[in-house]
């Protein structure tokens, strides 16, 4: 087997006093946290569309990155970026992948003959599963890529796209499935409009809730019993999609009674396109039973676009994985690295030293977040600020028990209103203290 990462060994955890880039500082797989260990809570997926078919091309400039197994086309380039991949998560020690299907497989001349080229990817991926640790985090098709999705897939205005994109997703499901797949994603890059002088709403997000039924529906009859879940992201490619953030998805779902068949894959830079913090997006999706799977990235605030960098903000990483333990963990999900590197970190050696930081930063989170959680920092002042609701009006409130009459009665006869400083700055000193010294 052709050797595509000369010289990298399998990176190690060495401590945080390594100066070694090739080595985790934090991440220690076997090292555990509370009841489970590292690996356990982390759930690491290395994302194959940046990391294996990724080139570094922009709008302003061609591609760059120095990748071995280019030197190939067709289905050798296929097969060659799955032996790469492969030897990339046994050096890195992850443990998971994901996919698009087009990702994997180059598309035919037509659907027959595409699905065809990724019968015999699947079948080789299984070939090499069978002698690695390597599994399926979760499958999707990419329904934005080709110019027939133009004007979206499920949302298009043209029934025969609609049909195609069906067709893809079955097949999607059944691949996803035959390799073991824990999860199913559904990405709505091109699901949204441009303009509403030319859309019809109402038909085009009565469309999605149909495909997302013929999914569940399909799920049920091959027997896929992995979880569905939805990816939301606010704009971009399109100027407004549907699956806007987490209570917009929440919020459709209940519409047309899919609450209970999907949650969310949550990714850091969709969230602050949306105008949210990473941990707005995952406690809203944990208070209503969403939390599903994260993609693991972060944006740059001064880019109004999905710029999809490798996370390395301790702060960001230990909130995420404060509502990620409050969710009682990550479930069938996990913490894919839906990031690229920069295009001038090209060389083929970034793509490690890349992995090795965001790894290094959830593990850091990990334990700071584990810490608070321990110690109840935050819980308690939490508990201390609304503890009017636990007794007198407060608690007829939350019981129930009061309208309105009721309301006005107590508040004619109450004594002039106190508040309590919220303690903002206090706790944020606090939190950084857990940060530098956890």
């Known amino acids: ?23 985790f500082k934090y991440y220690n797989p076997d090292e555990k946290v ?54 990339f998560a046994d050096k890195l020690g992850a443990e998971y992948f994901c996919f698009h299907d087009r990702d994997i497989a180059p598309e035919g001349d037509n659907l027959k003959e595409t699905n065809k080229n990724l019968d015999v990817i699947v079948s080789y991926i299984k070939e090499r599963m069978k ?38 997703v079955k097949k999607a499901l059944e691949v996803t499935k035959e390799l073991g797949g824990e999860n199913y994603v559904f990405w709505g890059g091109r699901e949204g409009y441009e303009t509403l002088l030319n859309t019809n709403m109402e038909l085009e997000l009565d469309n999605l809730a149909r495909l997302l039924s013929m ?51 949550i990714e850091a830079n969709h969230a602050t396109l949306a105008g949210h913090s990473f941990q707005h997006e995952l406690y809203t999706a944990r208070i209503n039973d969403m939390l ?17 960098q490798f996370p390395t903000d301790i702060y960001v990483t230990t909130l995420s994985m404060y509502e990620i333990l409050k969710n009682g963990g990550l479930h069938r999900g996990g913490l894919n690295f839906d990031s690229k590197v920069r295009r001038g970190s090209f060389e083929p050696s970034d793509l490690f030293y890349s992995h090795v930081a965001g790894m290094d930063a959830f593990a850091r989170g990990l334990k700071v977040a584990h810490k608070l959680l321990e110690d109840k920092v935050l819980e308690n002042v939490i508990e201390e600020r609304y503890k009017s609701f636990n007794e007198g009006i407060g608690k007829m409130i939350v019981e129930g028990k009061v309208g309105l009459k009721e309301l006005e009665d107590y508040a004619l006869n109450m004594k002039p209103i106190k508040n309590v400083s919220g303690r903002q700055e206090m706790l944020e000193s606090i939190l950084n203290q857990y940060i530098i010294e956890a």
Request: with cysteine; aromatic share 16%; glycine share 10%.
């Open 131 to 168: 002698d690695s640790n390597l599994k399926l985090l979760w499958g999707t098709a990419n329904l934005f890529s080709n110019p027939r999705f133009v004007h979206g897939a499920a949302t298009s205005c043209n029934a025969e796209v609609f049909a195609y994109a069906g067709a893809q």
């Open 292 to 308: 599903g799977s994260v993609d693991a990235n972060q944006g740059d605030l001064f880019l109004g676009w999905d710029t999809d």
């Open 215 to 265: 999914a569940v529906d399909y799920a049920k009859e091959i027997g896929f019993d992995g979880q569905f879940l939805i990816e939301p992201k606010p704009k971009e490619p399109t100027k407004h999609q549907y699956d806007f953030d987490v209570a917009t998805v929440y919020g459709f779902l209940k519409k047309y009674g899919l609450e209970k068949y999907f949650k969310c894959n």
């Open 1 to 23: 087997m052709e050797e595509f990462f000369k010289g990298i060994p399998k990176i190690k955890y060495e401590g945080k006093d390594s100066k070694n880039p090739l080595a």
């Open 34 to 87: 509370g009841n489970k260990t590292m690996k356990e809570h982390l759930r690491f997926s290395i994302a194959f569309w940046h990391t294996f078919t990724g080139t570094g091309i922009d709008p302003f400039g061609m591609a760059t990155m120095e990748r071995e197994w280019n030197k190939y086309s067709g289905m050798d380039l296929a097969k060659a970026r799955i032996d790469a991949a492969f030897e």
